[in-house]
């Protein structure tokens, strides 16, 4: 409230499915994030984040703000996922709107959608990354553990099959 203007109720329940998203399952999650940008200039984020309980900073140029966000969170994030979606909307109106960013990450036919929303659209967009990352970090380790049990009971019938 102190950063817009007006507050609509779409800003407030934009605000609280934002924080429902951070409390649950959040193994990465963003401290702080500045940037640099400009016409004729390389973009400039750094971000700092806890990742995993551990906290962590780096900063990564880009073609534009949003790039340079990105290469921040693949820097400290490693993965090999790919950006299939990006998508900003207004939540409100005005120009201090309510920003909302979706993203699609997909990696080893694993397909996540982000979201992140904020006043900064920057910030939304990293929030939408991170929000990604943490959904495809719990599917990876679903996926494991459903191997490790397939080669369970795999071992388990292989040993009563004569």
Same mark, same amino acid.
Do not use: W
């Given at each position: 409230?102190?950063?817009?203007?007006?507050?609509?109720? %779409?800003?407030?329940?934009?605000?609280?499915?934002? %924080?429902?998203?951070?409390?649950?399952? #959040?193994?990465?999650?963003?401290?702080?994030?500045?940037?640099?940008?400009?016409?004729?200039?390389?973009? %400039?984020?750094?971000?700092?984040?806890?990742?995993?309980?551990?906290?962590?900073?780096?900063?990564?140029?880009?073609?534009?703000?949003?790039?340079?966000?990105?290469?921040?969170?693949?820097?400290?994030?490693?993965?090999?996922?790919?950006?299939?979606?990006?998508?900003?909307?207004?939540?409100?109106?005005?120009?201090?709107?309510?920003?909302?960013?979706?993203?699609?990450?997909?990696?080893?036919?694993?397909?996540?959608?982000?979201?992140?929303?904020?006043?900064?659209?920057?910030?939304?967009?990293?929030?939408?990354?991170?929000?990604? #990352?943490?959904?495809?970090?719990?599917?990876?380790?679903?996926?494991?553990?459903?191997?490790?049990?397939?080669?369970?009971?795999?071992?388990?019938?292989?040993?009563?099959?004569?």
């Amino acid at each position: 409230a102190d950063k817009k203007k007006q507050v609509f109720e %779409e800003d407030l329940i934009a605000l609280v499915e934002s %924080e429902k998203k951070l409390s649950s399952n #959040m193994l990465i999650e963003l401290i702080d994030m500045s940037l640099k940008c400009g016409k004729g200039k390389n973009s %400039e984020a750094t971000l700092k984040l806890n990742v995993f309980g551990e906290k962590k900073e780096i900063k990564k140029n880009g073609n534009g703000p949003i790039d340079a966000i990105f290469n921040a969170l693949k820097g400290l994030i490693p993965n090999k996922a790919s950006l299939i979606v990006y998508q900003v909307n207004a939540i409100t109106k005005g120009t201090d709107a309510q920003a909302e960013v979706n993203v699609r990450l997909e990696e080893n036919l694993i397909t996540v959608q982000g979201q992140g929303s904020d006043v900064d659209t920057m910030v939304a967009s990293a929030k939408a990354y991170i929000n990604a #990352m943490n959904k495809l970090i719990m599917k990876r380790k679903k996926a494991e553990d459903s191997k490790s049990i397939l080669r369970t009971s795999d071992k388990k019938l292989n040993k009563h099959v004569i």
